[in-house]
């Protein structure tokens, strides 16, 4: 065996040349990135993934949400089973028409608020926005008013025939609350193409949702039927206390439907200025936080359970200053006799003018609060006691017996 080693594993060493002008070239020193770097690419990726999540996840939402507004939908129909025209773009563009009814049912309530046979229109409320979003009229119907109640689809199957003279709340036990709409439609002549109808545990969860209202209380309640009991001063509600507030009849004013009217509009006012100086219409948590408890709380006319629709519709009072938005009861007359004591009937030359104003699109406002039984406009510390704001002018503004107010002046229940 030779003692010399295979030819493929001889190595040649090369040196390199050395001397002047033969210097090595070298690498120069290559730095490792600075670690903020790292920090902000992960920064990246992980702002990524974030958002990928929070896509994936309100796209779930707005489905779920979508699904939910349309299981409990209400179909507007007339007498004959005749559907309503779906409101366009342009219709949402122009005046804006919807009724709120506020259902006393017991039905699914849960324990505290009594049998649950019963079911009337508690609340009768229509809310007309002007097509040039300058304008807002919340105009409320006593429940104890007597009106003519048109026919109505009955519900399952045919219909119901016209009566002349019926306590406007029974309405919905003949057709449901499209039979309310269509009575508030044959009344005054306004078109309502869309209806919300909210129970006991809707108004709960929706003050909930808004954090609750602060309202201003003069003299304490004390009603044992709503179980009411708040020391004058105010008070922030929310929860079982504030469909308390807006339920309590006995514990302010006279007692009356009318008075519980004034009482109300101490709570939706104040829950107005507050949902404009929060920014709550421009916020979109709160936003479906409120969209979110509708929809598991209330029934919507099929022309609202789109949530574009619902979007426009929010954003119509965006711009309408609190002073233009008015409060205001249709106006009555009590006195009745016999099987009617204790009901209203409308005072309909006074009524008329302010249902032609609203068919118009012609601005509804009062100069002053005119609260009526039941509220009162707040006293200050101010060198003038008078906080009505004034708003309108001209042939803008109803006569003094407009009894009502705007979301601007501050009142307290009374």
Not at 1 to 21: E, H, K
Request: with cysteine; aromatic share 6%.
């Amino acid at each position: 065996m030779s003692d010399q080693l295979p030819n493929f594993a001889t190595r040649r060493v090369v040196r390199p040349p050395t001397g002047p002008g033969k210097e090595i070239p070298r690498h120069g020193n290559q730095k490792s990135p600075a670690p903020w770097r790292k920090y902000v690419r992960w920064g990246f990726k992980g702002l990524a993934v974030g958002m990928g999540a929070l896509l994936a996840v309100t796209g779930i939402s707005v489905f779920q949400l979508s699904n939910t507004l349309k299981e409990n939908n209400i179909t507007l129909v007339d007498a004959e089973g005749n559907a309503f025209a779906q409101p366009s773009v342009e219709d949402l563009n122009g005046p804006i028409n919807m009724l709120l009814v506020g259902s006393d049912t017991r039905k699914g309530q849960g324990k505290g608020y009594g049998n649950d046979t019963s079911e009337l229109a508690d609340v009768i409320m229509l809310l007309h926005i002007s097509a040039d979003r300058k304008n807002a009229v919340a105009l409320s119907f006593p429940r104890d008013l007597l009106v003519p109640i048109p026919a109505c689809p009955d519900p399952e199957g045919g219909s119901f025939s016209p009566m002349s003279r019926q306590q406007i709340n029974a309405s919905i036990v003949y057709g449901g609350p499209v039979c309310t709409l269509l009575t508030i439609q044959a009344m005054t002549g306004v078109t309502i193409p869309y209806l919300a109808m909210i129970d006991f545990r809707g108004v709960i969860e929706m003050s909930n949702a808004i954090g609750g209202v602060e309202v201003c209380v003069a003299s304490p309640i004390d009603d044992t039927y709503s179980k009411l009991k708040l020391d004058a001063g105010l008070h922030t509600l929310q929860g079982k206390e504030a469909l308390a507030f807006l339920r309590t009849r006995h514990g302010v004013g006279d007692g009356s439907d009318l008075a519980r009217i004034s009482n109300q509009q101490v709570f939706l006012t104040s829950l107005l200025r507050k949902v404009k100086n929060e920014g709550v219409l421009t916020n979109p948590i709160y936003l479906y936080s409120l969209a979110n408890a509708a929809a598991r709380n209330m029934k919507l006319s099929d022309s609202m359970t789109d949530l574009g629709t619902m979007v426009a519709l929010a954003g119509a009072l965006r711009n309408v200053d609190l002073d233009k938005m008015t409060f205001l009861q249709v106006p009555s007359r009590g006195g009745l006799s016999g099987s009617e004591a204790g009901r209203v009937e409308p005072i309909y030359d006074q009524a008329q003018l302010i249902f032609e104003r609203l068919a118009k699109d012609q601005p509804v406002v009062i100069k002053k609060a005119n609260t009526g039984y039941g509220a009162s406009v707040k006293e200050t510390d101010a060198p003038a006691t008078d906080t009505t704001t004034e708003s309108g002018t001209g042939e803008d503004v109803l006569p003094e017996w407009a009894r009502g107010t705007n979301a601007a002046t501050e009142t307290c229940s009374d």
